[in-house]
């Protein structure tokens, strides 16, 4: 012997990083849950205190005629969405101040916050289609939220969950 002490673990064991995917991930939730938040305030905000109304002749605010069985429906989707941000903000939350040591809980946390972001951003688009669909005519906002926001969405909702699904190896005991 040399002196030197050998290493405790393989050198392949020793060189692998290992790489945590749930602070991402759970970022992206309490990201979500915030601009939830943030942007049911300015609506309101918007609404009350400024008196922001709509134009015939506007293209960022048109008038949209609602009929009752619509204006239902966006009211039910409404509620779901603020019930979506305390869900994913607690549940990301939650996995983020875990313990590293508490790799389970903490990834089964990350996927409910993931879960409760798909939702969300399912129900949004419910309620955008609804609002598309009263308005035939405002092909701008159709092709603006189907093929900017929506796909945006649907690629960060997908990497998140690749992220989540590809694991780091070290979940197995």
């Not at 759970?26 to 049911?40: E, M, P, S």
């Not at 972001?117 to 308005?135: I, K, P, Q």
């Not at 092909?139 to 990497?159: D, E, Q, R, Y």
């Amino acid at each position: 012997m040399d002196g030197k002490t050998p290493h405790l673990l393989p050198l392949s064991a020793a060189k692998k990083k290992i790489h945590d995917d749930v602070p991402p991930v759970c970022t992206y939730a309490l990201l979500n849950a915030l601009a939830i938040v943030f942007g049911t305030a300015v609506g309101h905000i918007a609404v009350d205190y400024l008196d922001v109304s709509c134009s015939q002749l506007s293209s960022i605010l048109p008038c949209v005629e609602l009929t009752d069985a619509e204006s239902a429906w966006l009211t039910a989707l409404s509620i779901g969405i603020l019930c979506c941000a305390p869900t994913q903000a607690a549940a990301a939350a939650l996995a983020l101040l875990l313990p590293c040591r508490r790799r389970r809980a903490r990834r089964a946390l990350a996927y409910l916050a993931l879960a409760v972001t798909f939702l969300f951003h399912c129900m949004y688009a419910g309620a955008v289609w609804t609002f598309l669909a009263a308005d035939p005519r405002y092909i701008s906002g159709k092709i603006f939220f189907t093929m900017v926001i929506v796909c945006l969405i649907l690629a960060c909702n997908l990497t998140c969950l690749s992220d989540l699904l590809g694991g780091d190896g070290s979940d197995k005991q």
